[in-house]
């Protein structure tokens, strides 16, 4: 047995089980807040700088969504109860971004109910309805390619208005440049495991490593991920071809899962800056048509 392991497995398993209980406290805490407080739920909530200063909103998420999506602008809203339908003016997203998606989740569960998708509706003009079952939900909406003009569309339940559009400056992720240094040893404790069990995922289940390290996805997303070791670079090689059919997205975490640096990959080659410290990468790659085969076509090493 090597000698790091020694220590990296105990700590390991330790940092999987205090995860697992601030997921629960601080879950169930966020919850409660917006429960008791209609007027944030009734509010959309922009991933931004100005978020982060709320002293919840970090460590709610980093046990919610910890693998940062650098590459969106992400907007969230609810809960809202409904009896039957829920309305968004999407005429804001098709103003906003080439690529977008919208993600309708049940409360408090967060279960993925469906999604509505640029794909589908990049040429509907106005109000669109989704028939739902009654109940409590939230909703996601994730901008990509954005546009000069940003904002968060309208959103209606039962035809009663939630909220108006809400406009957001166009630079709202620049707060990613400095997030980095938030780290501190409660949030790498929180995520110490991950890099183990990227690194012994041939001796685990997919399907653990997967619902551990991923996001929660969107139909028209494709995932590539693994562990990258103290001054390893990432290699990225792409068929020509290829580029023109997808966006591919890479964003390299610290093992606190912080963004070290992210990328959009443009060209058939891509070299990433060596690690200064143990790490793992989240290869996003999304497009507007039917998800194509990469077998052969994608190559990621880490040299």
Request: charged share 15%.
């Amino acid at each position: 047995m090597s000698i790091d392991l020694i220590w990296e497995i105990p700590l390991a398993i330790a940092s999987f089980i205090f995860y697992k209980l601030m997921k629960f406290l601080i879950g169930n805490l966020y919850t409660l807040y917006l429960i008791v407080n209609k007027k944030v739920a009734s509010q959309w909530r922009v991933l931004s700088n100005e978020l982060l200063k709320s002293p919840l909103s970090l460590p709610v998420l980093m046990t919610k969504g910890p693998r940062w999506n650098t590459h969106a602008v992400i907007g969230t809203l609810g809960p809202f109860s409904l009896q039957e339908s829920l309305s968004l003016d999407l005429d804001s997203a098709n103003l906003s971004a080439r690529s977008w998606i919208a993600v309708i989740y049940d409360f408090p569960a967060y279960r993925t109910v469906t999604s509505l998708t640029s794909r589908e509706y990049s040429q509907h003009q106005g109000w669109l309805s989704v028939k739902l079952a009654t109940g409590q939900y939230s909703l996601g909406v994730r901008y990509y390619n954005q546009k000069d003009s940003l904002g968060f569309p309208a959103v209606k339940t039962d035809n009663n208005l939630v909220v108006s559009a809400y406009s957001v400056p166009s630079d709202v992720n620049q707060f990613y440049t400095n997030l980095i240094q938030k780290k501190n040893w409660f949030y790498l404790a929180l995520h110490y495991y991950i890099y183990t069990i990227l690194r012994f995922k041939k001796w685990l289940p997919e399907s653990f490593v997967k619902s551990e390290f991923l996001p929660v996805g969107a139909p028209d997303t494709q995932f590539f991920y693994d562990f990258i070791s103290k001054q390893q670079s990432l290699q990225i090689t792409v068929k020509p071809e290829i580029l023109s059919q997808v966006d591919i997205y890479l964003t390299i975490y610290d093992r606190s899962s912080l963004p070290l640096s992210w990328a959009k990959i443009e060209s058939e080659q891509y070299l990433s800056q060596p690690m200064p410290n143990n790490g793992y990468y989240l290869v996003r790659v999304r497009q507007d048509k039917s998800l194509l085969d990469l077998v052969g076509k994608l190559q990621i090493t880490q040299v």
